[in-house]
């Protein structure tokens, strides 16, 4: 079975310019989350959805990043502008539907953004 | 405020040396302690799950422990390719997940 599918997994734009990762999660998860994962820390929530609805969007900075899912599969993550602040590594990561397995994720590769 | 707290950052270790990871939490209406291994460049990977104090879960080389306050990773005769950063993550009440910084562990052949 395919696991969690990122990409692109290498960027590298100037700041000020938009980008867009994307994300497939496993076939038959509701749960879908997208995390930043800054050099030598662990990974934080930027966003969760539970089908197409998110459900805690608390910390994504709203006045520059943006977060669709598409009929509750495919998801998208948008940051216009890019800062350079940024620049950093964005995992999806994906869990089941029973209940207690909150902590169960499965994570893609993540897309690494460098932002000059 | 929910925080989790791992030590050391970074062990380096001989191979066949066991040690221990620490990591210590303080979470309101805790729903379990996970355990990850991420290697670079990949995303972390599930190992263990634990819901309640005095659980232990193994595999392999591994030995995950819980307490009221903090978990272990125990880490029995290690390998070179256990080499990685061990990450452990608290599951708070309103579902959200709250990882700590990780320990790099270096195993040396």
């Known amino acids: 079975e395919a696991g969690v599918v990122q990409s692109p997994r290498y960027k590298i734009i100037e700041k000020k310019q938009p980008v867009a990762f994307w994300c497939n999660p496993i076939s038959g998860h509701n749960t879908l989350y997208w995390y930043r994962q800054n050099l030598g820390q662990g990974p934080e929530l930027l966003i969760r959805y539970e089908n197409e609805e998110a459900v805690d969007d608390s910390q994504l900075p709203k006045d520059r990043f943006s977060a669709e899912r598409l009929k509750g599969v495919d998801s998208t993550l948008k940051i216009q502008p890019a800062e350079l602040g940024d620049s950093a590594v964005y995992l999806c990561?994906?869990?089941?539907?029973?209940?207690?397995?909150?902590?169960?994720?499965?994570f893609g590769e993540g897309s690494r953004l460098t932002v000059l | 405020e929910d925080q989790v707290t791992q030590s050391p950052e970074a062990l380096r270790l001989q191979e066949g040396e066991s040690s221990s990871l620490n990591c210590s939490y303080t979470v309101s209406g805790l729903r379990g302690l996970f355990w990850y291994r991420q290697d670079p460049g990949k995303g972390p990977e599930f190992l263990f799950t634990l819901y309640s104090a005095g659980e232990e879960k193994e595999k392999e080389r591994l030995k995950a422990t819980l307490t009221k306050k903090e978990s272990f990773l125990h880490i029995t005769a290690p390998k070179p390719e256990d080499s990685a950063t061990y990450l452990c993550?608290?599951?708070?009440?309103?579902?959200?997940?709250?990882f700590g910084k990780g320990t790099k562990l270096s195993v040396k052949p």
């Open positions: 993550a608290a599951g708070g009440s309103q579902g959200n997940l709250i």
């Open positions: 990561a994906s869990g089941g539907s029973r209940r207690g397995d909150t902590g169960e994720l499965f």
